[in-house]
T-cell receptor, first 113, second 112 residues
Framework: NAGVTQTPKFQVLKTGQSMTLQCAQD?????MYWYRQDPGMGLRLIYY???????DKGEVPNGYNVSRLNKREFSLRLESAAPSQTSVYFC????????????FGEGSWLTVV | KQEVTQIPAALSVPEGENLVLNCSFT??????LQWFRQDPGKGLTSLLL?????REQTSGRLNASLDKSSGRSTLYIAASQPGDSATYLC???????????FGSGTRLLVRP
């Protein structure tokens, strides 16, 4: 059981380049999330998807776009990367008893130079 | 706007000590509160979840309490071990949202 899988694990981008972070879960969960984690700031929600085909903005959506093409996959795209987007990105999905348990991927370390 | 605070940011204790990690939140209208563990270079693992109607939850050497009226939760770790060294984060879920709001975490080091 793979749980939540993120790719790539590490990426270095130049300012202005674009890239997509991929996330897939195999637990048949409806809800999926993208967070970023910065030192001293905890995790901040970028976007979330309550179900297939729906997405909503979180706390820090500027500079990002997302796609929930099917129930398994939720991707995060940086159209024009900026140094301020250097961070660790976590994908998560929510399910379990009463839909309360949240499962995280291992993270994607992104550096924008 | 809900704010979640964890103090201290870092804690170092000798092996075997019982310890308490603190989490406070400004809006008491929460749906539930979760405690997570994060090992270096890894994602978060859920430890305990407390519903808003509950006062505490226990799992092994871990006990989490919730006092909504005062906006506080504690994570008690009994007989700490070096393997408990990690960052511990709390997160609250509000009534009308699927969103989780995280504290910035407490980095725990248990010294052998």
């Amino acid at each position: 059981n793979a749980g939540v899988t993120q790719t790539p694990k590490f990426q270095v981008l130049k300012t202005g380049q674009s890239m997509t972070l991929q996330c897939a879960q195999d637990m048949n969960h409806n809800s999926m999330y993208w967070y970023r984690q910065d030192p001293g700031m905890g995790l901040r929600l970028i976007y979330y998807s309550a179900s297939e085909g729906t997405t909503d903005k979180g706390e820090v959506p500027n500079g990002y776009n997302v796609s929930r093409l099917n129930k398994r996959e939720f991707s995060l795209r940086l159209e024009s990367a900026a140094p301020s987007q250097t961070s660790v990105y976590f994908c998560a999905s929510r399910g379990g008893m009463a839909g309360n348990t949240i499962y995280f991927g291992e993270g994607s370390w992104l550096t924008v130079v | 706007k809900q704010e979640v605070t964890q103090i201290p940011a870092a804690l170092s204790v000798p092996e075997g000590e019982n310890l308490v990690l603190n989490c406070s939140f400004t809006d008491s209208a929460i749906y539930n509160l979760q405690w997570f563990r994060q090992d270096p270079g890894k994602g978060l693992t859920s430890l305990l979840l407390i519903q808003s109607s509950q006062r505490e939850q226990t799992s092994g050497r871990l006990n989490a309490s919730l006092d909504k009226s005062s906006g506080r939760s504690t994570l008690y770790i009994a007989a700490s071990q070096p393997g408990d060294s990690a960052t511990y984060l709390c997160a609250v879920r509000m009534d009308s949202s699927y969103k989780l709001i995280f504290g910035s975490g407490t980095r725990l080091l248990v010294r052998p």
